[in-house]
């Protein structure tokens, strides 16, 4: 009987608190976006306060700017256009402000964001039963025995992981495929967002030495 290669994934969401506030205001898609500095109030309150029937109605001009944060807070998240301009999580708001001030600043929702965890995760479980919880937005699935996690690496099994996520929640994820998990998570980084890359063996001289070393 042939011996299985061994196939960790580490499946990381992207920008997954920005991505859920964009489900809940589509209208700033494309826009650089941070997330932090306080909780967020309800929805009633903000209807109320932009005079909106729908928060999807709320105007990007009527978001409050990055650049008028006066405070201590630090970013949870950012969007990816706001990492262009060199915010990104644990920055300190003000100094991010200096360097993305249009940015548009979006209090933190975190009961929102576990119920998104949940979400994605219990697809996950569907095609991946063997998972190891490392967060509210990551997540290791052993690949080794699943149906199919030995074909192209273990990339088909990816990227139905990725497509049951997108089709339950409206989010995007990326997955690095490896021996272990400690390529798997470096793997995840190499294709971002919604990516899914695959090391073997045979790629380590290629792809992860050349690598700086915060990677």
Known sequence: MTARTRRVAHLDMDAFYASVELLRYPQLRGLPVVIGGGRRPADEVLLRRFGAARLAEIPPSAFPRLGD???RGVITTATYEARAFGAGSAMGLMKAARLCP?????????EAYR???RLFKAEIV????????RGVD???I?????PGGQEDGGRRVAA???????????????IGVAPNKLLAKMASE??????????????LVATIWPLPCRR
């Open 138 to 140: 990551e997540v290791y």
């Open 160 to 174: 139905r992981i990725q497509a049951a996520i997108a089709a339950a929640t409206g989010l995007t994820c990326s």
């Open 190 to 203: 190499l294709d971002k967002p919604n990516g899914i890359s695959v090391l073997h063996e045979a790629d």
């Open 142 to 146: 052993e690949l080794t025995d699943v």
């Open 69 to 71: 944060y006066v405070g």
């Open 115 to 117: 119920h998104y965890s």
């Open 126 to 133: 569907k095609i991946g039963p063997v998972m190891e919880d």
């Open 102 to 110: 249009q940015a548009i600043l979006l209090p933190v929702d975190f």
